[in-house]
């Protein structure tokens, strides 16, 4: 499996106004106009997944697996030709202290591997980048 890992972000936010956010894909509409269109574009989303559209990969869907009350909300790909997995994880460092981790873990071969490397970093890198500047509260 290839990993693809963010940097840890700060949030000054609590981790359980953290955690309903996220928790929840239709709140993640809310960063897709901080990510370059050339990159990924489309999206889509309901209460269980998020769906769309990646250059050169196609369309991309990921569904909710697993939620750990603030703590955890683990992704699983769906219509991929490899399977993916998409960690992002929480943990409380104070009342408005939250650190947040992307983890991105896909099992390519070799050739795939060279056609969407540098898209999958910088996906997990923006995203993670997004997700750490939203009004959490507000939301």
């Not at 929840?24 to 997944?49: A, G, H, Q, T, Y």
């Not at 769309?52 to 990969?57: A, G, Y």
């Amino acid at each position: 499996m290839t990993e693809f890992v963010s940097d840890v972000k700060t949030i000054p936010y609590n981790d359980a106004d953290v955690y309903r956010v996220l928790s929840d894909p239709r709140n993640l509409e809310l960063v897709k106009e901080r990510i370059p269109e050339d990159k990924i574009r489309e999206f889509s989303f309901d209460e269980e997944s998020i769906s769309f559209l990646v250059d050169p990969i196609g369309k991309v869907r990921f569904l909710v697996v697993e939620r750990e009350t603030n703590k955890l909300v683990k992704l699983k790909s769906e219509k991929l030709p490899f399977d993916v997995f998409l960690w992002i994880q929480l943990v409380s460092k104070a009342e408005k202290d939250t650190r947040l981790r992307m983890t991105l873990q896909a099992d390519l071969n070799p050739f795939i591997k060279g056609m969407v490397e540098k898209t999958m970093k910088e996906a997990v890198d923006k995203i993670s980048d997004a997700l750490a500047e939203l009004p959490y509260d507000r939301l």
